[in-house]
């Protein structure tokens, strides 16, 4: 128990230092600072770093790539332009235009990871919200829709979200045998996160949007032939990645030589400054997947995991479905308390201890919508607090649990009886 304790501590303190950042401390160099100490108190070993890098360097890597394409996309002006032809599709109709926000979030998120929906999109969507000169508390709505939707429907591929990568690498899960399982899943959270976000705001969406003041979708674009190629990039990144799938080549391999191939034509096409992006890209994300994660295997070294397994295990005595949304609960709980960087990690462990391997889609899904339920929950959630606050909206911490902790346990519900009903 007092390596429990001293384990426990150590990852407290390391992800307090991860979500403060005092003085502004870079998270990465917050975990490996925590990772150096759990080496030096004997809670890890030096194989066991060794192990973690096993298991993490490819998701991070293919998380980079993944942001590295959104930003290059973000410059061209794809998103700018997805955005407004959802605009323009609406046709003035302010629900719609609600609900096609929150579908296209849920489309980002699929293919570009729910940070690209959470940092890239809502920036966009903002502007275009402001263009169409809506009040504030419809405002609020909008851009509270797009953060909600880019965690609950990054589901649905191995690349939508960096727990996912991490998941299917630890239990070798295959591209399609991953994305057949959670598609409906996905698709259960998009909905009921689209009836219950608009149950929540229909007061505030105004019924009519002038549109007008939207310009055409093709002026979004600042250079068409580099539009038309990236179209064809990113269809072969991902092709590449389904294929790529049946021969164990790893995701980052696609991602990162997606990532290349438009830098390389953002550079030609004088849309990016590649050492700019390079510069702006993630990095710090590498640091911080190996250094939390050593620190979370020396909560596994210290009994946690082998308690959570114990749990799921017990589960199984109230009957399948039980042990799915019970697991899917911890995970995400777990998520809303300490982050679900950490949680997924701990949770495909007990997992795996418990002889449970299907459990881990559970976890995927606790660990993509527990965080919603807290401003701390995951990165990506303080990013986007952050960006907004920049844009000069500034939403409260307790204001965001208020939505959190109204949506997402019914859409958590669903979404795990859906999986229960697969599996």
Known sequence: MNALWLAGSLFVVTLTLVIWQPRGLKIGV?????????V???IVSLNDVWQVTHIVWDATLAFIGIILISMVLDELGFFEWAAIHM???????????FIYTILLGAVVAAFFANDGAALILTPIILAKMRLLQLNFKALIAFVVAAGFISDAASMPLIFSNLTNIVTAHYFDLGFWDYTLTMWWPNLAAILTSTALLWLLFRKDIPSKVDSSHLKPAADAI???PMFYYSLFILATVFIGIAIGDAYNLPVSLFALSGAALLLILG????????????????????????GLYVVVW??????????LAETLIALANYGHVAQVVGTGFIAAI??????????IMVMDIAAEQAGQQALAYANVIGSNLGPKMTPWGSLATLLWLHVLMQKGVTIGWGQYMKVGLLI????????????AWIL
């Open 222 to 224: 600042r250079n068409r």
């Open 267 to 290: 550079h030609h096409y004088q849309v990016v400054k590649v050492g700019m992006m390079l510069k702006m890209a993630p990095w710090q994300i590498v640091w911080f997947s190996i």
């Open 298 to 307: 020396g909560l596994k070294n210290a009994g946690l995991t082998d308690l």
């Open 408 to 419: 997402t346990p019914p859409v958590l519900v669903i979404s795990l009886l859906t999986l």
């Open 87 to 97: 605009g323009h599709l609406a046709a003035g109709n302010g629900h719609l235009m």
């Open 30 to 38: 917050s975990a490996v600072m925590g990772a150096i100490v759990a």
């Open 334 to 343: 777990l998520s809303a308390l300490m982050n679900n960087m950490p949680t």
């Open 40 to 42: 030096l108190l004997g």
